[in-house]
Nanobody
Framework: QVQLVETGGGLVQAGGSLRLSCVASGNMYSFTNRGWYRQAPGKQRELVAS???????NYADSVKGRFTITRDGPRSTWILQMNNLKLEDTAVYYC?????????WGKGTLVTVSS
């Protein structure tokens, strides 16, 4: 079993920055993909950024140039640096890891961007 825990959410003014962290624990695997998703009120969960093992990072068009996904040293930790936040970035952000056909999810962390 794999557990993912997100930290770093909170309230920030538009134009500000936040740094989300995801720490994985449990039966660790060499994940084939690591990523961040978000779900705004009344909307479907959407991909924000992904970091495939051995591949290139991918970003939603809405966050390109503002968000950066990276690994923080150990394979079990990855970061979403969010800069120049906009009101429409308000959502619950979820950490995701994939191994084969298995998807693992954190419980989410709330990011609220105010004007």
């Amino acid at each position: 079993q794999v557990q993912l825990v997100e930290t770093g959410g909170g309230l920030v003014q538009a134009g500000g920055s936040l740094r989300l962290s995801c720490v994985a624990s449990g039966n660790m695997y060499s994940f084939t993909n690591r990523g961040w998703y978000r779900q705004a009120p009344g909307k479907q969960r959407e991909l924000v950024a992904s970091l495939p093992s051995g591949g290139r990072t991918n970003y939603a068009d809405s966050v390109k140039g503002r968000f950066t996904i990276t690994r923080d040293g150990p394979r079990s930790t990855w970061i979403l640096q969010m800069n120049n936040l906009k009101l429409e970035d308000t959502a619950v952000y979820y950490c995701n890891a994939a191994y084969g056909s298995n998807d693992y999810w954190g419980k989410g962390t709330l990011v609220t961007v105010s004007s």
